[in-house]
């Protein structure tokens, strides 16, 4: 079959290009392969294809699915260079792991005071704070499974903000200067941490439930169930949200405050997101399941 390919702005790219094999038989990664052939640049990670406003987004559907024939007429777009997946979250959870030590145990060239003494509850919220980063380190290269292989490796820069600056220097900043965590009494600290370490156990909980829904290498999309699935569609982001809480509750940092806010805002927003598609995906997915908080939204 022969297609003709244009850019985002409409420019003929190639026209009668040529692929091996009828609408049904060639996949958009056999389409990939061959446009790769052509543009030795454009390698089959970086590339986008769209049939009208509709993404062929699946590599092993054939473009009949997707009701693309001979003659057709497909847009083009490159992604630009790409990274994977797993690169960029060890890249985003390794700053906070060199950024709160920096803080924790040279905060005399930061702050200008020498020693700079900690309480109880500054070394707690250390010790959590890295555990997490650590922990979210671990679980990227033994648990995780990604569904896409690659992104847009500018999307490092954009992503590391949110992580190496927001939840690393802002808040390593202000939780470990001097005198900025009240104490509080032992019984409190030890709550704090309760808190933290059931929302860390329970997030681990789900990652472990979401991997052993997909086989190594698999793409396939299963309803999850178990602990915390019952009541919502994303328990991991809900107990990541716990975690954050204990720590707030621990510091009472406004820094901690805003980062907080921005996490759990964006959590939030994924959620409502993976919740409609779960919905939309699955005839019979449960309907007493909320995106995100139980029994809330």
Same mark, same amino acid.
């Given at each position: 079959?022969?297609?003709?390919?244009?850019?985002?702005?409409?420019?003929?790219?190639?026209?009668?290009?040529?692929?091996?094999?009828?609408?049904?038989?060639?996949?958009?990664?056999?389409?990939?392969?061959?446009?790769?052939?052509?543009?030795?640049?454009?390698? +089959?990670?970086?590339?986008?294809?769209?049939?009208?406003? *509709?993404?062929?987004?699946?590599?092993?559907?054939?473009?009949?699915?997707? *009701?693309?024939?001979?003659?057709?007429?497909?847009?083009?777009?490159?992604?630009?260079?790409?990274?994977?997946?797993?690169?960029? $979250?060890?890249?985003?959870?390794?700053?906070?792991?060199?950024?709160?030590?920096? $803080?924790?145990?040279?905060?005399?060239?930061?702050?200008?005071?020498?020693?700079?003494?900690?309480?109880?509850?500054?070394?707690?919220?250390?010790?959590? =704070?890295?555990?997490?980063?650590?922990?979210?380190?671990?679980?990227?290269? $033994?648990?995780?499974?990604?569904?896409?292989?690659? @992104?847009?490796?500018?999307?490092?820069?954009?992503?590391?903000?949110?992580?190496?600056?927001?939840?690393?220097?802002?808040?390593?900043?202000?939780?470990?200067?001097?005198?900025?965590? +009240?104490?509080?009494?032992?019984?409190?600290?030890?709550?704090?941490?309760?808190?933290? @370490?059931?929302?860390?156990?329970?997030?681990?909980?789900?990652?472990?439930?979401?991997?052993?829904?997909?086989? +190594?290498?698999?793409?396939?999309? *299963?309803?999850?169930?178990?602990?915390?699935?019952?009541?919502?569609?994303?328990?991991?982001?809900?107990?990541?949200?716990?975690?954050?809480?204990?720590? =707030?509750?621990?510091?009472?940092?406004?820094?901690?405050?805003?980062?907080?806010?921005?996490?759990?805002?964006? @959590?939030?927003?994924?959620?409502?997101?993976?919740?409609?598609?779960?919905?939309?995906?699955? *005839?019979?997915?449960?309907?007493?399941?909320?995106? @995100? $908080?139980?029994?809330?939204?």
């Amino acid at each position: 079959m022969k297609i003709s390919i244009v850019s985002k702005s409409g420019k003929v790219l190639a026209d009668n290009f040529e692929l091996d094999g009828n609408a049904d038989a060639v996949t958009i990664l056999d389409l990939k392969k061959a446009y790769h052939k052509l543009n030795k640049k454009a390698t +089959p990670e970086r590339q986008r294809w769209t049939f009208g406003k *509709k993404a062929l987004d699946e590599d092993d559907k054939s473009l009949a699915s997707y *009701k693309v024939f001979d003659k057709a007429q497909l847009t083009f777009k490159d992604l630009g260079p790409q990274i994977g997946w797993k690169t960029v $979250f060890l890249i985003e959870y390794a700053g906070p792991l060199f950024i709160y030590p920096f $803080f924790y145990g040279f905060g005399h060239l930061v702050y200008g005071t020498e020693p700079v003494v900690k309480n109880q509850a500054q070394e707690i919220a250390y010790a959590m =704070l890295m555990f997490h980063f650590f922990k979210r380190e671990l679980e990227t290269l $033994f648990v995780h499974r990604f569904s896409h292989g690659t @992104m847009p490796f500018f999307n490092v820069f954009k992503n590391s903000f949110h992580y190496w600056i927001l939840s690393g220097v802002l808040v390593a900043w202000h939780v470990f200067r001097p005198n900025a965590v +009240p104490e509080g009494s032992e019984m409190f600290r030890a709550a704090c941490v309760g808190i933290f @370490m059931f929302g860390q156990v329970s997030n681990f909980m789900t990652h472990w439930t979401l991997r052993s829904l997909r086989k +190594p290498g698999s793409k396939e999309r *299963k309803i999850p169930y178990g602990y915390g699935f019952d009541l919502v569609s994303c328990p991991n982001y809900f107990f990541e949200t716990v975690s954050w809480f204990a720590v =707030l509750l621990l510091t009472q940092s406004w820094a901690v405050l805003v980062f907080f806010v921005f996490a759990v805002g964006q @959590m939030y927003i994924w959620a409502v997101k993976k919740h409609k598609n779960y919905i939309k995906e699955f *005839k019979y997915y449960p309907k007493g399941r909320t995106a @995100m $908080f139980p029994f809330i939204a």
